[in-house]
Nanobody, 119 residues
Framework: QVRLVESGGGLVQAGGSLRLSCAAS????????MGWYRQAPGKQRDLVAL???????NYADSVKGRFTISRDNAKNTVYLQMNRLNPEDTGVYYC?????????????WGQGTQVTVSS
């Protein structure tokens, strides 16, 4: 089992930046990809960015060019650098670990961190 702990959320004005961190522990060798998901109030949880064990990245169209996902293997940590934030980026951000080549819903989730962007 993988345990994920997120940090870095907060309140920021539109145009500002935040960096989220997700530290993984436990059976990390089962992880084949890690992603950040966002859930806005009253909406479903959607993928924001993903990075595979091979380093391939994928982004939602709405964040391309503004967000960057990266990882530090020595620290077992994945980051989400968010620039030029706008109010539509507001939501709870969840870290996910895809394990054993299964879909993300079968993997591990962090507790979530709130990001609020004021206009």
């Amino acid at each position: 089992q993988v345990r994920l702990v997120e940090s870095g959320g907060g309140l920021v004005q539109a145009g500002g930046s935040l960096r989220l961190s997700c530290a993984a522990s436990g059976n990390i060798f089962s992880i084949n990809a890690m992603g950040w998901y966002r859930q806005a109030p009253g909406k479903q949880r959607d993928l924001v960015a993903l990075i595979t064990s091979g380093g391939t990245t994928n982004y939602a169209d709405s964040v391309k060019g503004r967000f960057t996902i990266s990882r530090d293997n020595a620290k077992n940590t994945v980051y989400l650098q968010m620039n030029r934030l706008n109010p539509e980026d507001t939501g709870v951000y969840y870290c996910n670990a895809e394990e054993h080549d299964l879909p993300p819903e079968f993997g591990s989730w962090g507790q979530g961190t709130q990001v609020t962007v004021s206009s």
